[in-house]
């Protein structure tokens, strides 16, 4: 029997907490406590529609992974429903929103964006507050994200001349498989706060381009719909792996990526903890100011913006309300702390045929181990600086 809004609103508290998305309802009360972001950001929708907030940075497959069927707990009424629709129309944009609709407008033809740099000049005015704070941020003070930059720039190019160029052809092969030119896409989380089609817009395009993409443990998109976005069955396709700490988690998702057809592992070993990316923490802040929670936080600036904490337990609730996570700390809070080359890569050669790439390779020595560890390949990666400064 179909619920209504009133029925949902009941189950607002962490004793009972259904949540509402895309007009389904779901009993989220066992899963509080194991859910990657933690409890508080479910329990801010509790009783209500999450659908917004949900649905960038969730593939749709993650309900079905995640809740057991008796948690599927049926349709909204068709009454419900036109409400949720009817307040999803009528609410007010944020700051934010109407910032990016205005930059949306006036960003130029993407035929008329000429390279990598001008790209991401456009993709910081018409991203999100949100989304340009997670694909931009790197960690602490970003040094070394911007010694990476700085490090191509003191590569140069020595060329030789009177050589005959009708017949350079800059193909080549990267574990086998053929790429247009020697470059592939690199993992990335998160697609869906870029656009609303996510990593299926990579895929088709580096299927169109002759190029091969790496596709993120963590995307927006199932794994199965970013493999049917490819151009052709024989577009190869990489996983980067980011292992779960229990291993049969881990090995479905390897042998769920292998049936699927993707062509390679690369596991990641240069993000073991969640790093201190401020910027991408600030941005969560700012979100909240600039979509105000209006009136609650309207209230209590008016009753207590400027009160210092006066006790010990005033100072313990500050302590357990900061959220320090970021988006990107959500992503690996449940991953494996404590791989090693002893134990991971047998397990992993164990489970699959793939080849095996050690993603997040730094120094000469932890090469010389890779390759001693029989892998098939290392890259060398610090995670964009994105992890460790």
């Not at 429903?81 to 910032?99: F, G, Y």
């Not at 089609?197 to 381009?209: P, W």
């Not at 210092?308 to 959500?330: C, F, H, W, Y």
């Amino acid at each position: 029997m179909p619920l209504s809004l009133k029925q949902v609103a009941e189950h607002n508290s962490p004793k009972s907490c259904w949540v509402i998305i895309k007009n389904k309802v779901y009993d989220v009360t066992d899963f509080l406590p194991d859910h990657p972001g933690g409890s508080k950001i479910i329990l801010k929708y509790a009783g209500t529609d999450a659908t917004e907030a949900y649905e960038p940075i969730h593939p749709p497959d993650a309900l079905d992974k995640n809740l057991s069927p008796e948690k599927h707990l049926g349709e909204l009424d068709t009454a419900s429903a036109s409400q949720i629709q009817a307040v999803r129309d009528t609410r007010e944009k944020t700051e934010d929103e109407l910032r990016t609709e205005r930059e949306q407008a006036a960003k130029p033809p993407l035929n008329r964006i000429l390279d990598l740099q001008e790209m991401e000049d456009v993709a910081r005015k018409v991203l999100s507050h949100k989304a340009l704070a997670y694909y931009s941020s790197a960690a602490d003070d970003e040094v070394s994200h911007h010694e990476n930059g700085r490090a191509f720039s003191r590569f140069f190019f020595l060329p030789r001349v009177l050589r005959p160029l009708s017949g350079c052809d800059p193909s080549t092969t990267i574990l086998g498989f053929k790429s247009s030119i020697p470059v592939f896409v690199s993992g990335a989380a998160l697609a869906k706060l870029g656009h609303p089609l996510g990593e299926a817009n990579i895929t088709k395009g580096v299927g169109q381009t002759g190029i091969i993409q790496m596709v993120s443990s963590n995307a927006s998109l199932s794994y199965s719909e970013i493999a049917s976005a490819r151009t052709s069955p024989s577009q190869p396709l990489f996983f980067q792996l980011y292992k779960h700490k229990d291993n049969a988690v881990a090995e479905k998702r390897v042998r769920e990526v292998e049936a699927l057809g993707y062509n390679a592992i690369f596991l990641t070993v240069d993000a073991p903890y969640s790093a201190n990316r401020e910027r991408d923490v600030r941005a969560g802040w700012a979100v909240e100011d600039m979509a105000n929670i209006r009136k609650e936080s309207a209230a209590k600036a008016s009753n207590s913006a400027n009160e210092m904490p006066r006790k010990q337990s005033d100072l313990e609730n500050i302590e357990e309300e900061a959220d320090v996570s970021g988006t990107a700390g959500a992503l690996i809070v449940n991953d494996d702390v404590d791989m090693t080359w002893k134990e991971t890569i047998p397990w992993l050669r164990k489970i699959t045929k793939l080849p095996i790439v050690l993603k997040g390779i730094q120094c000469v020595e932890d090469a010389v181990l890779a390759a001693e560890a029989g892998v098939d390949g290392i890259l060398l990666s610090n995670h964009g600086g994105r992890q460790l400064e």
